[in-house]
């Protein structure tokens, strides 16, 4: 520890070590702790030498009193000295401070008995007996604390001080009220030397307990550094992730878009019930693929935070009969019966995120057929107010299913879980879509919980707080209106991929429409600089030139197509959605694969403001 030679200072503070040892507790030195304890001010000490000094004056002892008061004063003057000085020889042993210490305090102690002794032994009255008794106290009181440190700086200041009260009562009584004085003081110094050594036991305990504290300490920084590597490994395991998750989905999707595209249109040209329904096989195939990869990039949005729910007016009656109507086929392929009932006092219109709602009952709906074999799921559907402008929606999905096991209820609900590993075998499925359907029912505020047993079936609760909604407006329960076969769109269609370009274009042709390709950002650039179309179909993740850039290129260039209404149409779901696109200059989105509908309603939003004119579907 480095320090300055013209001004030492105190060997450390508690502050200082535990700071410098990351909290651990000091190691105890007793004489370094003693020697910072007795460096005080020499002005201190002289003040109160002098304070003593005053009253010896005053009872009749002035000369006794200034001798006794030189010496004292000059004692401290040169002990506090010598305090320094081995206070700044830092590397000097424990050992040699204690002996140095012991010879110092037994000194001090007899040049401060000398003044009391001396009255005493002049004139033994009640007043000098008196001041001699105080000092002898004060005098003590400095021993035990001492002492509190080492038994041998104890006696170093307390035996000068016994030494003289024993010459003292020898002096100043006879023999026969000595003898008990004697006896007395020698049983007070005993137990003035048991307290001081309980002390020192303390301070043992104290010195135990520092070296197990530190021990934790250093346990527990290890621990605090494991869990700091722990989580920034599941930092980047989770970015990694994340990534993975982001290029999966857009590799996955772009062969998906091929497949379901192709699928779709061969759909309309089908000729014969034979081949309607391979088709149909293929399409429901690959749309049940594309439903297990939107279940595990959804999981992978709620754990990064970034699934928001958006509620609009809608109809729940529309909503939940839609959904039975999608469902009916299956049903009716295994002979079950698949029933709603709405009750009346649910609102017309609600403040919903339907497709989120859409795709929790979606999940619900679709478990309760897949475990049920005989009988069949009924749907029934409540509100209960909460209050003038908020009710709380009550969604039942009963079944005549398998049941559950009720011991196995707390693991439903968990990812890529189900309540028995042989109805996984038995059944199928990824385990993930009741884990999705209670974290979405979560963010919406809402519950999720099952009750059966096995062989009676199943019944799954969700429940919902919601604001009752206002009937839309008119305009946007009006149908929108389509583009004409006779009023063809010239469309600038940009993607990297030859299979996605052959999709959209036997899309849009079979819709009627004219079409320009364009297999990255330059080509596209080039295209929108020599011609006007009335929409452009951008792909997002190109190599070069991305599609935002080129979108950028296309609006600053002083070409026809600055303002033509742009939509995305991307493979990449995870790191993008609609709104982040719109911010972007984009007038629309489309995920991929592409969904005729989707897409069809999606360029009628678009247009729908600038054209009258119908886009057929």
Not at 6 to 17: G, H, I, K, Y
Not at 574 to 588: E, I, K, P, S, W
């Amino acid at each position: 520890m480095d320090r300055q030679d013209n001004a030492p200072r105190a060997l450390w503070t508690f502050e200082d070590m535990t700071d410098e040892n990351d909290g651990a507790l000091p190691s105890i030195s007793v004489p370094w702790i003693t020697l910072n304890a007795l460096i005080v001010p020499p002005v201190a000490l002289w003040i109160a030498t002098v304070l003593f000094m005053i009253p010896m004056a005053a009872i009749g002892h002035p000369i006794i009193a200034t001798v006794t008061g030189a010496l004292s004063i000059a004692a401290d003057a040169f002990i506090q000295h010598r305090y320094r000085r081995l206070n700044a020889m830092a590397d000097l042993a424990p050992e040699k401070v204690l002996g140095a210490l012991i010879r110092y305090l037994s000194a001090r102690a007899t040049v401060a008995m000398i003044g009391p002794v001396a009255i005493v032994l002049a004139r033994p009255g009640p007043a000098e007996l008196l001041l001699a008794g105080i000092a002898a106290c004060l005098l003590l009181c400095v021993a035990v604390g001492q002492g509190q440190l080492s038994r041998s700086l104890f006696w170093a200041s307390a035996g000068p001080v016994i030494v003289g009260l024993a010459a003292i009562i020898i002096a100043a009584f006879p023999l026969r009220t000595a003898a008990p004085l004697m006896a007395t003081l020698v049983l007070t110094t005993l137990f003035l030397n048991v307290v001081a050594g309980a002390s020192i036991r303390l301070l043992g305990d104290w010195d135990t307990l520092r070296d197990r504290n530190n021990r934790l300490i250093e346990r527990l920084t290890a621990e605090r550094e494991e869990a700091e590597r722990a989580r920034e490994d599941a930092r980047h395991a989770g970015q990694a992730k994340a990534n993975f998750l982001a290029t999966m989905s857009h590799e996955i999707r772009t062969p998906m878009n091929g497949v379901l595209g192709m699928a779709q249109l061969l759909q309309k040209t089908a000729h014969d019930d034979d081949q309607r329904r391979r088709i149909d096989t293929l399409i429901h195939s690959g749309e049940f693929l594309l439903s297990i990869l939107n279940d595990i990039l959804d999981i992978s949005k709620i754990d990064a935070g970034k699934l928001e729910i958006a509620t609009t007016p809608e109809d729940p009656r529309c909503l939940l009969d839609g959904l039975i109507q999608l469902w009916a086929p299956a049903a009716a392929e295994k002979g079950l019966y698949l029933t709603i009932h709405i009750a009346d006092d649910v609102p017309a219109f609600l403040e919903l995120d339907a497709r989120r709602l859409r795709q929790i009952l979606f999940n619900l709906i679709g478990n309760a057929l897949k475990f049920t074999s005989e009988g069949g799921v009924a749907v029934t559907v409540e509100a209960r107010p909460v209050d003038r402008t908020r009710v709380r929606l009550h969604v039942t999905v009963r079944d005549t299913g398998i049941g559950l096991d009720p011991e196995k209820l707390s693991t439903l609900f968990e990812r890529f879980s189900q309540a028995d590993q042989s109805t996984s075998r038995r059944f199928g499925g990824a385990g993930l879509g009741l884990a999705i359907s209670r974290q979405l029912a979560q963010l919406m505020d809402g519950e999720l919980w099952a009750e059966g047993a096995q062989g009676q079936g199943a019944a799954f609760h969700l429940s919902l707080p919601v604001t009752v909604a206002e009937s839309p407006a008119a305009a946007s329960t009006e149908p929108v209106a389509s583009i004409a076969d006779d009023a063809p769109l010239s469309i600038l269609i940009v993607d990297d991929n030859r299979v996605n370009l052959a999709v959209l274009e036997q899309i849009l042709h079979a819709l009627g429409h004219e079409v320009t390709q364009a297999s990255n950002g330059p080509a596209a650039v080039e295209h929108g600089a020599a011609q006007l179309y009335d929409l452009i179909l951008m792909d997002i993740q190109m190599p070069g030139m991305n599609g935002v850039d080129t979108l950028k290129a296309l609006r600053i260039l002083d070409g026809p197509n600055r303002s033509t209404p742009t939509i995305a149409v991307t493979a990449d779901v995870l790191t993008g959605g609609r709104d982040d696109y719109m911010a972007q200059g984009f007038c629309g989105h489309v995920a991929k694969p592409i969904q005729i509908p989707e897409l069809v309603g999606e360029m009628n939003r678009v247009l729908g403001a600038r054209s009258a004119a119908p886009v057929a579907a």
